[in-house]
């Protein structure tokens, strides 16, 4: 396999973070939704779930900077080996940069899930409590 086809190869488990966040995405928002039709309407609840929209928005921000990013490498790379092109190729660059990208969207990914178990975990005991 030539080497500037490596970074396509990336593309679908990229899709699929995207895919994933946004059924993710999809779900909190009618969860707020419903949140706010409750009533009295838990305040801290909505707020703690609003953040948790934040990072899910921001890590679909940078899964698709990072898409866009190993395309640019994939396009560089291969134009500057097929045509012979005598100016540096940003392969690397592009590279790097999609590579970070990437990482920071899955960061943004833990950081949600490691906050949705907090936030669930107080939900159930403030409902044990609402029992007692």
């Known amino acids: 396999m030539e080497s500037w086809i490596i970074p396509l190869t990336i593309l679908p488990g990229i899709g699929l973070f995207i895919a994933a966040n946004t059924n993710a995405s999809v779900a909190l928002e009618q969860y707020i939704q419903q949140l706010l039709k409750e009533d009295p309407r ?4 909505v707020k703690l779930k609003i953040q948790q929209l934040n990072f899910l928005s921001k890590a679909n921000v940078f899964f698709y900077l990072s898409a866009l990013l190993f395309l640019l490498s994939t396009l560089s790379k291969g134009v500057h080996q097929h045509w012979l092109i005598q100016v540096p190729s940003p392969f690397l660059f592009f590279f790097a940069l999609a590579t970070v990208c990437l990482t920071v969207g ?4 833990i950081i949600f899930a490691s906050r949705a178990v907090k936030i669930k ?3 159930f005991e403030d409902r044990l409590n609402d029992i007692s």
């Open 121 to 123: 975990k107080c939900q």
């Open 106 to 109: 899955i960061l943004f990914q």
């Open 42 to 45: 838990p305040q801290t609840l």
